[in-house]
């Protein structure tokens, strides 16, 4: 009887690898060697599964992606006050801190957007879905009336989001500029100044 094969858990394993590579060498001087060594295989092993390292990486980003999208809309969903909604979404993207694994990962294999067209890709999917789950937040808190927005819905979610990252990475550099709280609080202001929605004293202290 054949044995079952093992490609999809190997696969799998060679996932987890690259995806401590990066966070250990970063992107830009991430080698296959050290995918194969965190992996403990050769080198052609790796290669038997995923013909490049482009490949391979592809399928780190993609799984990252998921992850940070899937967490949010979840949460987002659980959560019927869109007053508490937004202010789950802009605690949920920004960084724990350098070492938030997730949030460090995309950040590293977004250096990759400018280099792969598949790449860049799934990075505009990436910052779309944000956008989209951005504003319809924004659009129930003005149907309810909790919020009253300065812009139309779209325009102020690609706000956020181009925020968000861009205060996350300030809070992940090697030698951050700004902490998590401070991040949060920057974002909370802007937030309230275009839904004139005070977000920061939403919730009491034993709440917080």
Request: aromatic fraction near 4%.
């Amino acid at each position: 009887m054949a044995r079952p094969s093992r490609a999809h858990e190997k696969r799998a394993e060679l996932v987890a690898a690259a995806r401590q590579a990066v966070l250990r060498h970063g992107v830009i001087d991430l080698r296959l060697r050290d995918v194969a060594e965190q992996a403990d295989m050769s080198t052609g092993s790796v290669l038997y599964y995923f013909p490049a390292l482009t490949d391979l990486l592809r399928e780190v980003q993609h799984e990252a992606v998921e992850r940070f999208c899937v967490e949010r809309e979840r949460a987002a969903s659980e959560e019927p006050d869109p007053r508490r909604r937004l202010l789950g979404m802009i605690r949920s993207g920004l960084p724990a801190g350098s070492d938030d694994e997730l949030c460090v990962l995309l950040y590293e294999l977004g250096t990759y957007a400018r280099r792969d067209p598949a790449y860049s890709a799934q990075h505009i999917r990436l910052c779309e879905r944000q956008v989209t789950l951005y504003a319809s937040i924004l659009e129930a808190g003005a149907a309810t009336g909790a919020f009253t927005l300065t812009r139309d819905a779209v325009t102020l979610a690609r706000n956020l989001v181009m925020l968000e990252d861009g205060l996350g990475l300030h809070v992940t550099q090697a030698v951050p500029t700004l902490d998590a709280g401070q991040a949060e609080r920057l974002l909370l202001t802007y937030a309230a100044d275009v839904t004139g929605c005070d977000l920061e004293n939403l919730e009491g202290p034993d709440e917080r």
